[in-house]
């Protein structure tokens, strides 16, 4: 984790406390090296890698891998490959993490992640006919708009947050202007919710994204104590990494 540039930073309706905003400095995502694997499809039995740029995934469960084209059925890559993917044979719900009730469980057709009817909020009474999308997929996290399903992720805008000790991995979309709210900085990454700037807001120094003070649970004196120079602020997700 790369160190803080600055004491924290928060800003309310009265301003800001404490010293100038830090850029964002440099960050870059690992990408795989593309070379050559043992893993072979389970459908095709061809070798494949696991490599950003193809389209194939990799049960995190029981480890079986799959072009995406192989699966039944043929999955979105690009979609599947923001969460922890399970395979059919491994597939549970993703709220309660069972799998009994099977004939109650329905499949996102874009993310491919499984989830009983009533486990869903609101729940479904019965199993759709036909094709089914979960709310992270066609819900704005912010303002829940409905949206409309993809075809690719690229086509949509995304908050993403990655998997710590006791949080899944959490991919979720935007509509334009949350998105706008977001770019400008009043947004929380905690409860993915975006507010007005006279909101109370605080910045990481480690991954220098807001949060809303009430979700960081911090009060009066504890921001004051943030706003001193030698003071470092980490968000509640940073700390889930540790």
Known sequence: MPPPQVAAQVKNSGGQIGLAKPGSGSSG???ASGKK?????????????LD???????CCRCKKAYHSMCHEPPLHSDFVKY???????CKNC???GLNNDEEKIIICDMCDRAKHIHCLN??????PTTSWFCTDC??????MKVLPPLKTRSEGFWVDRPAGKTQRAASHRLCKPCLKQKEQGNFCEVCCKASPS??????????????HTRCGNLDEEQLKLYAQEDQKYMCPICKDQI
């Open 138 to 143: 066609v819900n704005c996290a912010s303002c």
């Open 37 to 49: 694997s043992d893993l072979a499809c389970h459908t095709c039995q061809k070798q494949l890698t």
């Open 83 to 89: 969460f922890p993917w399970e395979c059919p044979e």
């Open 198 to 211: 006279d909101d109370d807001y605080i910045q990481c120094d480690y991954c220098q994204k807001w949060i």
């Open 122 to 127: 609101p729940p479904l009474q019965q199993v």
């Open 52 to 58: 950003a740029t193809e389209e194939s995934v990799q």
């Open 29 to 31: 995502k690992t990408s």
């Open 94 to 96: 993703n709220v309660c």
